[in-house]
């Protein structure tokens, strides 16, 4: 199983840890502060307690630097199961879309929200793919039958959006 931390607060016992992919994520907010946020992967068994979310499933490698959006999904302990199935069938047209690095679908270890993360070269490449056909293709069950039902979520939904730096393994870049 593989492990991974995303936390709005940087865990210090990470950085030591040659292993692992830590990135920052910056951005700023409507009221011109900034928010940061942390992701770190490849936990091993000796800091899994550290861990928020299991992987379960990616693809791509984190680049150096990127665009990177945050789905926060949470859904009901009971309904966990149907809410991986749907990801671990879906589609997979996002990572055919041009300027698209990687994904990370994270389930929740002591909290109810799943985090879909997709990395992307620059914003304008998530806003193509959000305008394209293979975004609609891709979410066209969205709110009918076919798709998942609203009654498997604990509450809605969120996106964050972040500019990201990968941090070399066991240390922090100035």
């Known amino acids: 199983m593989s492990y991974a931390r995303f936390d709005r607060k940087q865990a210090d016992i990470l950085i030591t840890k040659p292993s692992i992919k830590m990135i ?85 270890i002591h909290s109810d929200v799943n985090v879909i993360i997709t990395f992307w070269r620059d914003a304008s490449f998530f806003e193509d793919w959000q305008n394209s056909d293979a975004y609609k293709e891709a979410h066209k069950h969205r709110n009918t039958k076919q798709g998942l039902s609203k009654s498997i979520f604990s509450r809605p939904s969120y996106v964050e959006y972040y500019n990201g730096i990968l941090h070399a393994a066991g240390g922090m870049d100035d």
């Open 24 to 108: 920052q994520l910056s951005a700023e907010t409507e009221n011109n502060s900034s928010a940061e946020a942390w992701y770190a992967e490849e936990l091993d068994d000796s800091i899994k307690s550290e861990a928020t979310h299991t992987v379960i499933n990616k693809t791509g490698a984190l680049p150096a630097r990127s665009f990177i959006v945050c789905n926060n999904v949470p859904v009901l302990e009971e309904k966990q199961p149907q809410f991986e199935e749907r990801f671990l069938q879906r589609a997979g047209k996002v990572e055919k879309e041009p300027g698209f690095e990687a994904i990370r679908i994270l389930k929740p």
